[in-house]
């Protein structure tokens, strides 16, 4: 039966009435594809602690509680301070439990009896928590669950399937959608005939992607004119074959508005929820580096909103079929031509995404303002709490009654636990005063900084 589809920008869904186990197994991101996985997490700054993120919101999803959240690294504990005390969050426990550790519980668990295992582990196998999730459905959260007899939020097909693009592709086209121009690859030597395809169709560039990847990893862009192909990792083809797609943006003769918007999206077992609506912000290769709510463009084009949220509610619909349940993101592309914008779905990401965190932590705090959110990268690590303090000095840090301001919702460090990055989600009544809460920030604040991917 298919579930029901609720439209509710701002105003967030009552998510799961269960407590969890919450493994952030990030290296899992791309199933068994390691060269993938390996690739993206050298180029993510602060990696390790990339997992503390989700303690800011684990307990709004999963408000029965209690909850535990395993990771990487510890959080750095004055932003938990901060967290628990001036917002006032309520927030989960936490164990260590690196990703060696995450590889070998499956036989730990199945090798020792309860008396032998250490206290860490035993008390994963007494948690009261009936339910087991994590970035992912692997299998190797699967079999974690099954032997702490415990159940898993989404199923591993589900999981696996609502984030392979190529399925999605099929579904759009069956469904009569809007698909961007689009050839296989089975491998490295057939790409250049699709790119002399997509060439005699127009298109002066494309982009070569893979059926999963996430945070533009698992695509490339390349020009269709071109002598000697190089530097297509064989990884994209680790799932079969690649999608070569034709390349639009502003360079495109005729367009002349280009945007990135996304959906968020929690499905439970009846119901598909599409509860913001963000507009990502994205480097000029095309990698994630922030979002923010509503989109931007929005006035100009009337007849945006309905359209976007009309396929959304299609694509909620498949994934909801594959199996998956949880938070997601349907992202898109718009295209602006004479007055009139074309919506085309890019892919869905099935799992807590880069924006989930601040889409639920603002529409917690604020559902009816703006808000966005950036990776801020320092020159130089800083202490935590003197960060804190600097922030709250210059007036910017955001408490409960205030009509704006900026929250710090996880802190990534470096092996010293100073931090190296953060991830900051501003709060305002447009989206000019959030500008101005950043630039506030960063022109008062003796750090130097810059922006990073997410």
């Not at 192909?229 to 994209?236: S, T």
Request: with cysteine.
């Amino acid at each position: 039966m298919p579930p029901e589809i609720k439209t509710t920008p701002g105003k967030l869904p009552r998510f799961w009435d269960r407590s969890v186990l919450f493994f952030c197994n990030m290296h899992s991101i791309f199933y068994d594809n390691q060269e993938e996985t390996d690739d993206l997490l050298s180029q993510i700054y602060g990696a390790h602690s990339y997992g503390s993120r989700v303690v800011s919101i684990l307990n709004l999803l999963f408000h029965r509680g209690p909850n535990k959240i395993l990771l990487e690294a510890a959080p750095e504990p004055n932003l938990l301070d901060y967290l628990s005390g001036d917002l006032r969050l309520s927030l989960p426990s936490f164990d260590v439990l690196d990703h060696r550790g995450y590889q070998d519980l499956v036989s730990t668990l199945q090798a020792k009896g309860t008396s032998e295992l250490d206290p860490s582990v035993e008390a994963l196998r007494n948690h009261p928590a009936s339910w087991v999730d994590g970035f992912v459905t692997d299998r190797i959260l699967v079999q974690v669950a099954t032997r702490l007899k415990k159940r898993t939020i989404s199923t591993f097909e589900g999981s696996k399937n609502g984030n392979n693009k190529y399925l999605l592709y099929l579904h759009q086209v069956e469904q009569g959608l809007p698909v961007f121009e689009t050839f296989l690859a089975a491998n490295p030597a057939e790409v250049p005939s699709c790119l002399d395809r997509l060439n005699a169709l127009g298109y002066r560039k494309a982009v070569i992607k893979a059926q999963i990847g996430a945070s533009g990893y698992g695509m490339v862009k390349v020009e269709t004119r071109v002598s000697r192909l190089q530097g297509i990792p064989d990884y994209l083809f680790f799932e079969g074959p690649c999608m070569v797609q034709g390349w639009l943006d502003q360079e495109t003769k005729g367009v002349d508005t280009v945007g990135s918007p996304s959906i968020q999206m929690f499905l439970n077992d009846e119901t598909v929820f599409m509860f913001d609506w963000t507009e990502q912000i994205l480097s000029a290769e095309s990698v994630h580096e922030g979002n923010m709510s509503p989109p931007p463009y929005i006035p100009r084009y009337p007849e945006l909103a309905q359209e976007l949220f009309r396929q959304g509610a299609i694509a909620g619909e498949w994934l909801h079929a594959q199996g998956y349940r949880g938070t997601a993101s349907t992202d898109f592309l718009v295209i602006g031509k004479e007055g009139r914008a074309q919506v085309i779905i890019c892919e869905i990401n099935a799992r807590v995404t880069g924006a989930t965190y601040p889409s639920l932590l603002a529409r917690h705090f604020a559902p009816d303002g703006c808000w966005s959110m950036r990776n801020i990268q320092f020159r130089k690590s800083v202490d935590g709490d003197q960060l804190l303090s600097l922030m709250d000095r210059a007036a910017v840090l955001y408490r409960p009654g205030k009509d704006n301001g900026i929250i710090p919702f996880n802190f990534n460090t470096d092996h010293e636990g100073k931090v190296i990055k953060g991830q900051f989600l501003c709060l305002g009544e447009n989206h000019e005063t959030c500008n101005r809460l950043l630039a506030k920030a960063w022109t008062e604040l003796p750090v130097e900084w810059g922006y990073d991917r997410d």
